[in-house]
Nanobody
Framework: QLQVVESGGGTVQSGGSLRLACAIS???????????IGWFRQTPGKEREGVSC????????YYSDFVKGRFTISRDSAKATVYLQRNGLEPEDADDYYC???????????????????????????WGQGTQVSVSS
C-alpha cells in the first residue's frame, strides 16, 4: 500500500507561482512503476475533479481540458515525489488540492491509464489530506 502527503499550498499573490509536492511512501513504494499519481482539486460543495495525472511507469501525462496548459505535472522517481507547477496564478486556481495514487489500469474503452485515473476520482482509494491554495489580489 502507498501513502501520499501533499505540501506546498498557501496564499500566493495573483500572478505568482506555486509548486505543490506529493511525497509518496509506504510498503509498496519500491513498486512505484505500477502506479499512476494524480492531482485533483475540490471546491466546497462541488465534486472533486482531476487536474493532471502522470504514470510512474512511462511518464505519460494527462491534463483535464480546463487546465488549458496552465499547470505542469512532473515526477522525481528518486525522491518518490510528484509535483504540480502553476505559474501566473489566477483567482480561479484557489481550491483544495489533493494527491492520489492508483494502480495503472488499462480500461477497455481505449483511453490511457492516466486519463482513466483523472476522469474517475470516485474509484481511487489512496488520497492525501489535501493542501489549500488561496490567491490574493
Amino acid at each position: 500500500q502507498l501513502q501520499v502527503v501533499e505540501s506546498g499550498g498557501g496564499t500566493v499573490q495573483s500572478g505568482g507561482s506555486l509548486r505543490l509536492a506529493c511525497a509518496i511512501s509506504g510498503g509498496d513504494a519500491h513498486n512505484l512503476h505500477r502506479y499512476a499519481i494524480g492531482w485533483f482539486r475540490q471546491t466546497p460543495g462541488k465534486e472533486r475533479e482531476g487536474v493532471s495525472c502522470i504514470s510512474m511507469s512511462d511518464r505519460t501525462t494527462y491534463y483535464s481540458d480546463f487546465v488549458k496548459g496552465r499547470f505542469t505535472i512532473s515526477r522525481d522517481s528518486a525522491k518518490a515525489t510528484v509535483y504540480l507547477q502553476r505559474n501566473g496564478l489566477e483567482p480561479e486556481d484557489a481550491d483544495d488540492y489533493y494527491c492520489a495514487a492508483d494502480f495503472l489500469l488499462t480500461p477497455l474503452n481505449g483511453v490511457t491509464p492516466v486519463q482513466y485515473m483523472c476522469e474517475g476520482p470516485g474509484q481511487i482509494g489512496i488520497w492525501g489530506q489535501g493542501t489549500q491554495v488561496s490567491v490574493s489580489s
